[in-house]
């Protein structure tokens, strides 16, 4: 395997684990670090908090930028954006027209009950959504690429997945 692909999954597994954060449940705290309002389905219905930020980065040697968003508890909410370039404010990646946006999916659990939205290189589109930035500030740099600052919001329209028990629609909104 390229080196250069070895260190784009390399970063791209630290940015998953830099994201955790927790949540137990539906909130309404306004100084989170991102807020999350899904509608529709009842069982995943309600306002979430995240208790970190979303981490942003952009791998130099892949040219691959990345969006990550999780939070745990007894509703799990799992987002990433994989997508071509660094990250630039007033820029907005759909799945209508995924061009730049390699990969991406956000998956929603309650027991064994999962929503979704996700595609990307070879998987079928389930849902659609959208990835905007109003805001990007470099936060750090090294030789292996760059974390940034980021704010913006994720658009879903979430469907059940198939094969697990979850059933209705969702729309779910993020604000970071």
Known sequence: MDKAVVLGFAALGWLILASCGDSMGPSTNA???????????????????????????????????????????????????????APTAGTTYTSANSAGLQSYGIIVTVGSAKWEFSAGQQLAPLGSGSLTFTTVAQATSGTTGATYTTHGTIDASLVPSPGTTASGNATMRIVF
């Open 31 to 85: 100084n989170a670090a991102c807020t999350i309002t899904i509608t529709g389905a009842t069982a995943i219905a309600g306002a979430y908090t995240c208790s970190q930020t979303p981490v942003t980065i952009w791998v130099p040697s892949t040219n691959v930028g990345a969006t990550s968003v999780n939070i745990s508890g007894s509703t799990s909410i799992t987002g990433l954006f994989v997508f071509s370039g």
